[in-house]
């Protein structure tokens, strides 16, 4: 049996450019909120799941589901932020986790295992690493050229080295892409996050890098800052189906996929 206690937290906030209202829209009869919480709670080594939102419908909907829920501060301006929030409460009313793991709240079909494996890694890491993630094998050139898949280049020990929405690494000999089970074209990065709590507080703390602000890509913020990351690979079987809802294309085929 798993004896570390870790606190699950589900950011969520009512805000979105693309898809005003996002958490609590409907997925084939139960909202997007509501999917990733019931996933998450199947995580046997996640001890508690707490949604965290700075929106009092979104918190009045957790509590008639039965969730914990967390109204935090509106200021926030990341998931990673608004989850350190969440750690400081805990911490201060109940106890300190031995690991956080932040549950994005737009991924309504999160596997359980894929949870479970990402809090195993960074759980069995050594103490040099303070947060963990998650990558899937590229199948294809075609991934792994487009922007909108982003990549995390491995170190020889699994730590991530670099993640960028260009191709990493780069192939300077495009006749030898030739993708295989054991040697992918490369690997696309899943944005869910472990932390150690006082890893989680050193990044929350931290001011924006500049390759994060290029990229759009709050884990660089960690690694420029010395923090490492070590990935948990898993198969592109096990996050399927992998949707995030960011858009009414996303929500659609949630729904699609919701109901097959």
């Known amino acids: 049996m798993n004896s570390q206690y870790c606190l699950g937290v589900i950011p969520v906030r009512m805000k979105s450019t693309r898809l005003p209202g996002k958490p609590l829209k409907d997925i084939a009869g139960k909202t997007l909120v509501q999917r990733v919480w019931e996933q998450a709670k199947k995580a046997s080594r996640v001890s508690e799941v707490v949604i965290a939102t700075d929106d009092q419908g979104i918190l009045e909907h957790a509590n008639a589901l039965g969730a914990r829920a ?69 199948e294809s050139e075609e991934d792994f050229l487009r922007p909108s898949v982003v990549k995390v280049a491995l170190a020889s020990d699994g730590g991530a080295l670099y993640f960028s929405r260009a191709p990493i690494p780069f192939w300077r000999e495009p006749s030898e892409v030739h993708p295989s089970a054991a040697e992918p074209v490369g690997y696309k990065h899943m944005g869910l996050y472990v932390f150690r709590p006082a890893a989680l507080q050193r990044l929350t703390a931290m001011p924006p890098s500049l390759p994060e602000k290029r990229e759009k890509l709050e884990q660089l913020r960690a690694l420029c800052g010395g923090i490492r990351i070590k990935v948990a690979v898993v198969s592109n079987a096990a996050v399927q189906p992998s949707i995030e809802v960011d858009t009414p294309e996303d929500l659609a085929r949630a729904i699609q996929a919701a109901r097959r």
């Open 70 to 138: 967390v109204l935090t501060s509106d200021k926030h301006l990341t998931g990673s932020d608004r989850v350190a929030e969440v750690l400081s409460i805990w911490k201060e009313r109940v106890r300190t986790p031995d690991l956080v793991v932040n549950i994005q709240g737009d991924m309504p079909f999160i596997s359980p295992f894929v949870i479970d494996e990402a809090i195993r890694t960074l759980a069995e890491a050594g103490d040099e690493f303070g947060m963990s993630t998650v990558a899937t094998p590229i």
